[in-house]
């Protein structure tokens, strides 16, 4: 089963307290943080190809459509649709944090077990920028006002190698944490779009201009 | 030849007399249908008549010579689409009817190719299905469509027969669909599945009323917009990115623009004076694939009108001084007005001031594009 210690995030000090005169307001850095979910989503594509491929088959089929067993810890993206749309602002960034709190987690003790030393690498690379946003949605958080989740005592997940836990079922959970991984960046992004377009004026257009030659 | 043909005639009001006879008599004279694979032998029976019985084999109506027979049953080889009908036996000398088939040439179905797409996201998806080549007998298609374990309802299209749409319970979901369908006939079945993720079938629809228009006073601007498909159901939520392709009719080099946000744009690096094509697409700004691209929109940057010299004193804003006097530039030739002919039409003096403000115009005009622009 997957299980996490992470203490040290729970108790992450609050952002600095931001320089208030002067605030943009939250508009640049839920713009930033939704720019660091396209970033580690695009970043999480090669991690978790060069993942599944090390992981073997199934794994790294692309028609490998297991059905969802253990990894029951994991934070879920799936949600109800009408439920998803009336989210109020400040239980869609909680949501988001939490997810990733616990998502950081595993992905340390996935990578206290990686066999190659580059993969240590790519998930050490990964998961500073994982940090990275965590402490960005905890920006938008304060600057709107929102009190960090704390968990209640005695809730605090605890990571326990599983000792009867079989190779395959190990690898399982790797899939699946990389699945929700994905899923929750793709969510994050509407997410973050949402409560930009409920911040800012509209955004202005960014304009990339190529010519292309024999289109 | 007046003998055969009274004879002809009697034999058609006799079996129009037998036809009619056997539709008054009961459901047994109902056509047995039969579906036959096309290419193949088959050999109709006349019912439960005797081999040796005398029989009569009739197809729509139409006798069949009787080297197609068999003994009382009809043999037909290598059938093609041209032998489906109505095959009809009769009893020789009484012309009751004994048996008839409704024959329906045919293939079995081949594995049919199913497609699914979201151009409704968040609020669901389609699945379209086709045979590759076609069976020529009804089939029936069978959709399932499985989240994980759970069964999901297809609702069929109210206009189109071979689609069917579904509708997200979840989004952001981890567990792939797999929708499967069956296809059967008379003569076989086959099937098909297909897996995705939620996130792998967006692809809105192209963006609609592209309209380009020409920037008055700009010769090299068009002015582009367009409205976001309006089968997109949240805009605000799931923002659509857009891409613009345009070039001169002329020209098969496109030039691009990517465009995050907004329905309009501006080009501002038109070739004066030339017709453009448009077109836009649109996708989802994080996940999916881009549409199709959009009706195309076609306009022409603004030009400025010739004047007549003759009528104004001021050469035209855009042209610079060189050109300002009536002097023709030298590179103009100006028709001799010795080469005229005599005779009808425009007198000669009226003739040369026409030729000097075309050329002047256009000398104006190429002065505008080779100098000085107004970007």
């Known amino acids: 089963m997957l299980a996490c210690l992470c203490a040290v995030l729970w108790h992450l000090p609050a952002v600095p307290a931001l320089n208030r005169t002067g605030d943009p307001g939250p508009g640049p850095s839920i713009q930033k943080t939704y720019d660091l979910t396209r970033y580690l989503e695009h970043q999480l594509r090669s991690l978790a190809g060069t993942y599944l491929n090390y992981l073997g088959p199934p794994f790294n089929e692309p028609d490998f459509n297991p059905p969802r067993l253990g990894a029951e810890t994991l934070p879920r993206a799936t949600v109800n649709l009408e439920v998803w749309r009336s989210l109020n602002d400040r239980l869609r960034l909680t949501q988001n944090y939490e997810a990733y709190s616990h998502l950081l987690c595993y992905l340390r003790g996935l990578n206290r077990q990686a066999a190659t030393a580059e993969l240590r690498r790519s998930l050490a690379h990964f998961c500073t920028s994982l940090q990275g946003l965590l402490g960005s949605i905890a920006g938008v958080m304060a600057a709107l006002g929102y009190p960090l989740p704390q968990p209640l005592p005695g809730t605090e997940p605890t990571w326990t190698p599983g000792p009867a836990h079989s190779d395959f079922l190990q690898k399982m959970d790797d899939f699946w944490l990389l699945k929700e991984l994905q899923t929750w960046l793709w969510r994050s992004a509407k997410d973050f779009n949402r409560l930009k377009k409920k911040m800012q004026p509209p955004a202005a257009a960014v304009t990339l201009h190529l010519e292309a030659h024999g289109f | ?375």
Request: net charge negative.
């Open chain 2, 1 to 375: 030849m007046a003998a055969p043909v009274p004879w002809a005639c009697c034999a058609v009001l006799a079996a129009a007399a037998a036809v009619v006879y056997a539709q008054r008599h009961g459901p047994q004279e109902t056509p047995h249908v039969q579906y036959e694979r096309l290419g193949s032998d088959v050999t109709l029976p006349c019912g439960t008549a005797n081999w040796d019985a005398a029989v009569t084999w009739r197809v729509n109506g139409t006798d069949l010579a009787p080297d197609l027979l068999n003994g009382s049953q009809l043999v037909l080889r290598g059938l093609e689409l041209g032998h489906s009908g109505v095959y009809a036996c009769f009893h020789r000398d009484s012309w009751h009817l004994r048996h008839q088939v409704l024959l329906n040439v045919g293939l079995p179905p081949r594995e049919p190719v199913l497609s699914c797409r979201s151009n409704t996201y968040p609020k669901g998806f389609y699945c379209s299905w086709h045979l590759p080549t076609p069976t020529y007998i009804p089939n029936t298609f069978n959709v399932t469509v499985l989240h994980g374990s759970k069964i999901m309802v297809c609702e069929k299209d109210p206009a189109l027969k071979n689609r069917c749409h579904i509708r997200y319970m979840h989004l952001f979901s981890t567990v792939k669909y797999k929708v499967s369908i069956s296809v059967s006939n008379a003569l076989g079945h086959n099937a098909t599945a297909i897996t995705f993720d939620e996130f792998t079938i967006v692809k809105p629809d192209p963006p609609e009323n592209v309209v380009a228009r020409p920037v008055p006073s700009n010769p090299r601007r068009l002015e582009v917009t367009w409205q976001t498909p309006s089968t997109w159901p949240d805009p605000e939520s799931f923002p659509l990115k857009f891409f613009l392709r345009y070039r001169p009719l002329i020209l098969d080099q496109w030039q691009h623009v990517e465009l995050s946000d907004g329905t309009a744009h501006t080009i501002t690096d038109a070739y004066a004076g030339k017709e453009y094509i448009i077109q836009v697409a649109a996708k989802d700004n994080e996940i999916g694939t881009w549409s199709d691209w959009s009706v195309a929109a076609h306009a022409t940057p603004w030009t400025e009108e010739p004047r007549h010299l003759t009528t104004e004193a001021q050469a035209p804003e855009t042209t610079t001084s060189t050109t300002s006097s009536l002097a023709p530039p030298p590179t103009t030739k100006i028709c001799d007005p010795g080469e005229l002919g005599s005779g009808g039409g425009p007198s000669a003096p009226f003739f040369i001031s026409v030729l000097v403000t075309l050329a002047l115009a256009a000398a104006a005009a190429a002065a505008a594009t080779a100098g000085n622009l107004l970007i």
